[in-house]
């Protein structure tokens, strides 16, 4: 059974003819957007004729241009989990319904349109794209990182073997990938053994890439499963590495962190769920399972209330942003905000007096959400200039961040309580 999307009356199955977008605002209850290519193709057709240089304005590449956007590969051997992978991650498929999903016969290649494009390509596991009559180029030219998928609980030798050769060929013409490999389907093991395979595994692989001259091979690793939050975990860690203002997003947070006593913060897509940046605190995996909780809780309650009634007329001025909390009964409080179509801060507050300077929060966030937009309102293509640019940029909007009285209140009673 193959996964699908509705768009009105339609079913666009998974494949290389389906783009995904991020609903203008899923927060607010619309569903992600799907389009065709052909549909794209005559959108991008129509805005050419209509705005030749409005691409050219901007500092974006030109829609058509599918080989610019940083490229994941999902690779394995048959039956490792890739498929499964990317249809939790990015196709929001219930993990029990993937057990269904067909064998990939041929390259699916997916549109990802959110905060960042991207294209993810699963590839079958028994295609070999390390003969001649394959173009490494068009494979390996655009890519931003390759996931390799190895299933933990079957015989990972040949993947060993297969993965050691695939890294050995793509540095050596494409030195600055991302190797990052998926210690896949450990939920069915016990700890201790998980354990063991993972040392295994990485000792398998360091030794055979040593043995082949290549020492401290820049290679990651990951247990994941698609039945908790561990693949969601180890995607974002491998998007992240994408993103080149990460150090500058990280910094905004710290800061936001510190002065409104915020315990996590996380900076969620929206679309799949995986968190671009968060503070320098070590995640805690229950921590991060309750935010992303908290975001399928809007979704579903947006659904549920966001429909358009003819009686219904707004009183005053309207937030366009989505703004919600909750308070558990331990006193946590989780602030969600929505920054943009694509973003959202969700943030764990363990002060039992947040509740009483929300107001003060929310100014605190707003001016996060005005130097978070200012971050991403610059092309992604620009090289970076510098760190010190960027350095400037953050010190400016820190200051403003700690000048604020709200933020300036609650550090100074946090300091008075300690």
């Known amino acids: 059974m193959s996964t699908s999307l509705r768009l009105g009356r339609r079913v666009i199955g998974q494949g290389p003819e389906r783009q995904i977008f991020a609903g203008d605002g899923m927060l607010h209850g619309n569903p992600p957007i799907c389009k065709t290519s052909a549909e794209l193709s005559l959108e991008n057709n129509l805005q050419v004729a209509t705005q030749p240089s409005a691409h050219a304005k901007s500092g974006q590449l030109a829609p058509g241009s599918q080989d610019a956007k ?28 993937t057990l269904f999903l067909e064998s990939t016969t041929r390259i699916q290649k997916d ?40 299933d933990a609980q079957d015989d990972y030798l040949d993947s060993v073997a297969r993965l050691n050769r695939t890294i050995l060929t793509v540095q050596q013409y494409y030195p600055n990938i991302n190797i990052e490999v ?9 700890d201790e053994y998980r354990t063991d395979t993972f040392q295994d595994i990485v000792q398998h692989i360091s030794d055979e890439l040593s043995d082949a001259g290549y020492e401290n091979a820049p290679v990651h690793y990951y247990l994941t499963s698609i039945y908790d939050y561990s693949v969601f975990e180890a995607f974002s860690k491998v998007i992240q590495k994408l993103i080149p203002n990460l150090s500058t997003l990280e910094n905004l947070i710290n800061t936001l962190s510190n002065n409104c006593g915020f315990e996590k913060t996380y900076l969620f897509d929206v679309l799949s769920k995986i968190y671009i940046a968060s503070d320098t605190r070590p995640v805690d995996m229950a921590c991060y399972e309750m935010c992303s909780d908290y975001i399928d809780v809007i979704v579903d309650i947006s659904e549920l209330y966001s429909w358009d009634h003819p009686d219904r007329k707004p009183k005053g001025d309207q937030i366009q942003e989505a703004e919600s909390h ?14 943009n179509k694509y973003l959202c801060l969700v943030s764990v507050i363990r002060n039992p007096e947040a509740k009483e ?47 604020a009285p709200g933020a300036q209140e609650i550090q100074a009673e946090q300091s008075s309580s300690t």
Not at 73 to 81: A, H, K, Q, V
Not at 182 to 190: A, E, L, M, Q
Not at 332 to 338: A, C
Request: proline share 4%.
């Open 326 to 339: 909750v308070v558990l009964h331990d006193e946590t409080m989780i602030h969600l905000m929505e920054m």
């Open 357 to 403: 300077k929300k107001g003060l929060i929310d100014m605190n966030c707003r001016t996060f959400q005005d130097a978070l937009n200012d971050v991403f309102s610059r092309s992604w293509e620009q090289d970076q200039e510098g760190e010190q640019g960027d350095d400037a940029q953050g010190t400016r909007v820190f200051h403003d961040i700690q000048d």
């Open 111 to 150: 549109s990802i349109h959110s905060f960042m494009d991207f294209q993810v390509w699963d590839f079958p596991g028994q295609l070999e794209y390390l003969e001649p009559s394959f173009d490494l180029e068009d494979i390996f030219g655009s890519l931003g990182a390759l996931v390799w998928v190895i």
């Open 70 to 97: 940083p490229r994941l590969l999902l690779m394995g051997l048959r039956r490792s989990g890739k498929s499964s992978i990317a249809s939790v991650v990015f196709h929001k498929m219930p993990p029990n319904e």
């Open 182 to 190: 998926f210690i896949h389907k450990v939920d069915g093991i016990s």
